[in-house]
């Protein structure tokens, strides 16, 4: 069924299937925790920060690897905001 749903590859397909895909590692990790192994302390602190050194990681290095709305959100944050010319940067 997935197949026939998701087959082709468009934005809504892909936002779906990114946010299933961190319901299933979330998923993943209870049931590994369930199972007696628990996590370390402040795991979600450190899962956070790989996650947002890779986004950086890739913005820096390969930016075009990344879905182009996060690309343009990086660069508004990162590159753009080194200089503005009034408050209504900010509302852009």
């Known amino acids: 069924m997935g ?3 998701f087959s082709a590859e468009t934005p809504i397909n892909s936002q779906i299937t990114m ?4 319901r299933v590692l979330v998923g993943l990790a209870r049931l590994v925790a369930a199972r007696g192994f628990p996590a370390p302390p402040r795991t979600f602190a450190i899962f956070s920060s790989l996650v ?6 890739l913005f ?7 879905q182009p709305s996060l690309a343009a959100s990086m660069k508004k ?4 905001s ?7 940067f900010f509302a852009l």
């Open 82 to 88: 080194d200089a503005w010319s009034g408050y209504s």
């Open 52 to 57: 947002w050194g890779l986004v950086m990681l």
């Open 77 to 80: 944050l990162y590159l753009d």
């Open 60 to 66: 820096y290095r390969c930016p075009k690897v990344l």
């Open 19 to 22: 946010y299933l895909l961190s």
């Open 3 to 5: 197949s026939v749903v």
